[in-house]
T-cell receptor, first 113, second 111 residues
Framework: SQELEQSPQSLIVQEGKNLTINCTSS?????LYWYKQKYGEGLIFLMM?????EEKSHEKITAKLDEKKQQSSLHITASQPSHAGIYLC?????????????FGTGTRLKVLA | EAQVTQNPRYLITVTGKKLTVTCSQN?????MSWYRQDPGLGLRQIYY???????DKGDVPEGYKVSRKEKRNFPLILESPSPNQTSLYFC??????????FGSGTRLTVV
């Protein structure tokens, strides 16, 4: 079965610093989704990547899907305390879109003011 | 406002007492899903539904039941809850080409 591994597991950065979170799949990704979760709360959808080489940005967050479609990175520029939380990548293992999503175990981000 | 609504937010119950966690979405989404989130194990899918009357097991379906009689509702039923079902539960919905929209979560404790 397909697995998603995220690195690092946790990250503490000073406000204003850039950071990158990685999501690596054991199999080809047909759709890669990034979510943010505040502790104990629901997940907020950030962005979706489907094509190899695709890159999307939302405010100061940029996500890329590599050409081989087995790894994605999430980059935050000039981090702020509001960026703190858990970042999760999710994927649909099927090319036909079953929505039987799997998720990585998450990266906990803390931003020090 | 487009949203997925779960109820209750918090629930403490005793072993063996049947319970239902409700989930409703107002976006006319075809796909709905239930996940549980546990420390160190991440999010694991319990059941999902691709449309009305179409449901399928996820990775951890044991001890749970679901039904999808209407497009907007996807309740999660625990017929005989046990302590190992203590967890944070999320309902989510989606449509083709989009990510899941998640509910706020239900924190269940079974004693």
């Amino acid at each position: 079965s397909q697995e998603l591994e995220q690195s690092p597991q946790s990250l503490i950065v000073q406000e204003g610093k850039n950071l990158t979170i990685n999501c690596t799949s054991s199999k080809t990704l047909y759709g890669l989704y990034w979510y943010k979760q505040k502790y104990g709360e629901g997940l907020i959808f950030l962005m979706m990547l489907q094509k190899g080489g695709e890159e999307k940005s939302h405010e100061k967050i940029t996500a890329k899907l590599d050409e081989k479609k087995q790894q994605s990175s999430l980059h935050i520029t000039a981090s702020q305390p509001s960026h703190a939380g858990i970042y999760l990548c999710g994927a649909d293992p099927s090319s036909s879109g079953t929505y039987k999503y799997i998720f990585g175990t998450g990266t906990r981000l803390k931003v020090l003011a | 406002e487009a949203q997925v609504t779960q109820n209750p937010r918090y629930l403490i119950t005793v072993t063996g007492k049947k319970l239902t966690v409700t989930c409703s979405q107002n976006m006319n989404h075809e796909y709905m899903s239930w996940y549980r989130q546990d420390p160190g194990l991440g999010l694991r899918q319990i059941y999902y539904s691709m449309n009305v009357e179409v449901t399928d097991k996820g990775d951890v379906p044991e001890g749970y039941k679901v039904s999808r009689k209407e497009k907007r509702n996807f309740p999660l039923i625990l017929e005989s809850p046990s302590p190992n079902q203590t967890s944070l539960y999320f309902c989510a919905s989606s449509t083709t080409g989009d990510g899941y929209t998640f509910g706020s979560g239900t924190r269940l404790t079974v004693v």
